[in-house]
T-cell receptor, first 110, second 114 residues
Framework: SQELEQSPQSLIVQEGKNLTINCTSS?????LYWYKQKYGEGLIFLMM???GGEEKSHEKITAKLDEKKQQSSLHITASQPSHAGIYLC??????????WGAGTKLIIKP | EAGVAQSPRYKIIEKRQSVAFWCNPI?????LYWYQQILGQGPKLLIQ????????DSQLPKDRFSAERLKGVDSTLKIQPAKLEDSAVYLC????????????FGEGSRLTVL
């Protein structure tokens, strides 16, 4: 079965610094989704990537799917306290069912 | 546009008791999902509905969990009897269709089983 591994598991970053979160799949990705979750709340959709090499940006968050479609990275530029939370990647498996990574917990130090 | 509504937000019960969670998806969303999220883990799909039909319930522990979406709108997830390992956040999500890729989540129902 396909698995998603996120790294790092947690991250503490000084406000204003850049950071990158990775999501690696054990199999080819057909669709890759990034979500953000604040503690005690539901998930909020950030972006969807489908094509190898595709890159999308939303405000200061950029996500990219590598050419081989087995890894995605999420990059935050000039981090702010509002970026704190848990970032989860999700992917369609070969049966087009969503599977999820365990999440990366991001803490922003003021 | 109203989001996905879930209730209750928090529930504490003792093991072997029963509990029910309710979800009202975004109006017009045909697909409804129930996920279980244990602390420190990603969401685990329990059941997926397309209108009032079940698409996938392969990971639903059917000896104790049940879910229904009778009129193809709101849905109820029940656990009976609850076990300690059922302590988790139960997330409901909806989407226009499975192919859109964007799921809209409710705030979740946090269950603690003592």
């Amino acid at each position: 079965s396909q698995e998603l591994e996120q790294s790092p598991q947690s991250l503490i970053v000084q406000e204003g610094k850049n950071l990158t979160i990775n999501c690696t799949s054990s199999k080819t990705l057909y669709g890759l989704y990034w979500y953000k979750q604040k503690y005690g709340e539901g998930l909020i959709f950030l972006m969807m990537l489908q094509k190898g090499g595709e890159e999308k940006s939303h405000e200061k968050i950029t996500a990219k799917l590598d050419e081989k479609k087995q890894q995605s990275s999420l990059h935050i530029t000039a981090s702010q306290p509002s970026h704190a939370g848990i970032y989860l990647c999700g992917a369609d498996d070969s049966n087009y069912q969503l599977i999820w990574g365990a999440g990366t917990k991001l803490i922003i130090k003021p | 546009e109203a989001g996905v509504a879930q209730s209750p937000r928090y529930k504490i019960i003792e093991k072997r008791q029963s509990v029910a969670f309710w979800c009202n998806p975004i109006s017009g969303h045909a697909t409804l999902y129930w996920y279980q999220q244990i602390l420190g883990q990603g969401p685990k799909l329990l059941i997926q509905f397309q209108n009032n039909g079940v698409v996938d319930d392969s990971q639903l522990p059917k000896d104790r969990f049940s879910a229904e979406r009778l009129k193809g709108v709101d849905s109820t997830l029940k656990i009976q009897p609850a076990k300690l390992e059922d302590s988790a956040v139960y997330l409901c999500a909806s989407s226009l269709s499975r192919s859109t890729g964007e799921l809209f989540f409710g705030e979740g129902s946090r269950l603690t089983v003592l």
